[in-house]
């Protein structure tokens, strides 16, 4: 499908690619021209293996996994359509092996070799290769309930791999139950999937949600799984590939340095698991699915689930909450823009406040009317110039939250206090009680009996 829809959303690389660096650079190439199309790259130096990458780079391909089309809908759209489907989830369908095309090949004991997938080193300052987006499956040792998450994944041997579970998420909870418990992890990474898949793997809910019953929600049908074949685990059954393991959870390893999201090299983590490898399954013609580290596609997937979160933590506020959408110039996470019908003085910055403390990552909140197009950004920044005066509508909170793996969230105290950043809330909503001028724009009516074609070759 993505084929079809053109050059814009699908492009590919005609020549063999050095794994150490070179993908990237094409997609930073492309990027500097405005263009974030799907990337197949069919061959990769050292691997049999083909490589799809930018699967997850841009809101028309996000459009596609979920059935709209590329060409029409836009980003509010997308947005809405998938707040929607997030909250549809649906229980996975159990199928036998023998159906699973994830099946077709199995490689144990000596045979699991991961110099056989085409891993990527994705920037010359990074510590080695790394899976670029694995979906890790885990299960809650009180519970019994599953877990899926992206993390880092850096290539430690053959058969071994890093396992960097970030301090405040779900799998770190877990892993710290097995420790406490004195039981081995089982794990198992899955690599390539329905785009819908891979974005479910990165719901930001409560602990004890199981996200491959999200994943079927965004989906719009249930996700087949079947049963691993050396952990006790069931996995997508028409994955591209899957890895197994366990995690020893009192052995920790090095990673990194590895590129992050902001756009600048983290630093070494000295806390990272250890991965052994048990088995790798994977279809007969296998795609294997990577993830352009600190560009556009690594920030973007995640913006769904944090527009949505920023969303209803809003609308619980103020239900008259219109639009949030998080700008590519905040890398998607850093500034969110909220619209809003404001009825009485105060809502904006209750907004703000609710929409700061439902993100860690967001840094700054600007919030503006319902007439302001928050995917405009030109717009905004009208809004605030026109419309917020800085001693009276700026509000800053003292830190408060912060992302661990931020290589610029630190502070002289972080030994001490952690990660934390400050936030800034900027109203630029007109006063409610207050006269205003009225804005300059046409009414829809005589905008919309305009035509160009009409009147312009």
Known sequence: MAKEAGPDLYVEVKRPLNPICQKGIIQQKLAQQGRFPILYCPEIEGSKLPLVSNVLGSYEAFGLAMGLDP?????AEVIREFTKREGQSRPVTTVPAAEAPVKDIILRGEDVDLGLLPLIQHNEGDSGKYIGIGN???????????NVGVYRHELKGKDQLGAYLIPGHHSQHIRRRHAELGKPMEVAIFIGHHPAVALASLFAGELGVNELEIAGGILGESVEVTAAETVDLPVPAYAEIVIEGVIDPEQMVSDGPLAEWEGYYGGQQPNCNLIQVTCITMRKDAIYHDLAVAQREHNLPTALGRT??????????????????????????MIAYVSIAQRIPGEARRAGLAAANSAPATRIVIVVDDDVNVFDEQEVL??????????LDITVL??????PLSPVSYDETRTKRGPL????????TKPVALPFPTRIKPSKDLWDSVKLEDYLD
């Open 71 to 75: 060409k029409v809908a836009t980003k």
């Open 136 to 146: 890790m499956i885990c299960r809650n040792p009180d519970t019994g309930i599953l």
């Open 308 to 333: 949505s979160a920023i969303y209803q933590a809003v609308k619980s506020v103020v239900p008259s909450v219109k639009e949030v959408f998080l700008p590519f110039s905040g890398e998607s996470a």
């Open 382 to 391: 009208w809004a605030v110039c026109t419309r917020a005066t800085p001693d």
């Open 398 to 403: 003292p830190r408060i939250l912060g992302d």
């Open 421 to 428: 950043n400050s936030k800034l809330i900027i109203d630029a």
